[in-house]
């Protein structure tokens, strides 16, 4: 496969692609809002509890972990859907894997976010 010389045009086009993206997956998941709300919480209360540059690369990190996660799951999720909306068990599968990876992200952050903050309200 031949590769096209390099474009500004194009690689600044999929910049707006991606956000693009972003923004849809706000718009129209439901989940994402619980993450969105989920991420001001940890941030006001980091602000709050005065918490320092390495415990604030942590819970960046976690809020990342679990926003990357939920993001796959949701494309797993459609391309499953788009493959076959009947009941496959091969599909079903693939879909409570990619869910739960959200999980393991998630707890992995209610970890970070304990280790971080159970210190400084105790």
């Known amino acids: ?12 086009n999929s910049f707006r ?44 990190f976690a809020i990342g972990l679990v926003w990357l996660a939920e993001i796959f799951n949701t494309c797993i999720e459609r391309t499953m859907d788009f493959i076959s909306m009947d009941q496959h068990p091969d599909i079903k599968f693939i879909k ?9 992200a998630a707890i992995i952050a209610a970890i970070i976010g304990g280790i971080v903050f159970i210190p400084k309200i105790f």
């Open 1 to 12: 496969m031949k590769q096209d010389r390099f474009s500004l045009r194009s690689r600044l």
């Open 17 to 60: 692609y991606a956000w693009k993206g972003i923004f849809s997956f706000l718009k129209g998941e439901h989940n994402a809002w619980l993450h969105v709300a989920a991420t001001v919480v940890v941030i006001v209360l980091a602000g709050m509890a005065g918490v320092t540059r390495t415990e604030w690369l942590a819970l960046i």
């Open 96 to 104: 409570d894997l990619a869910a739960g990876g959200v999980l393991v």
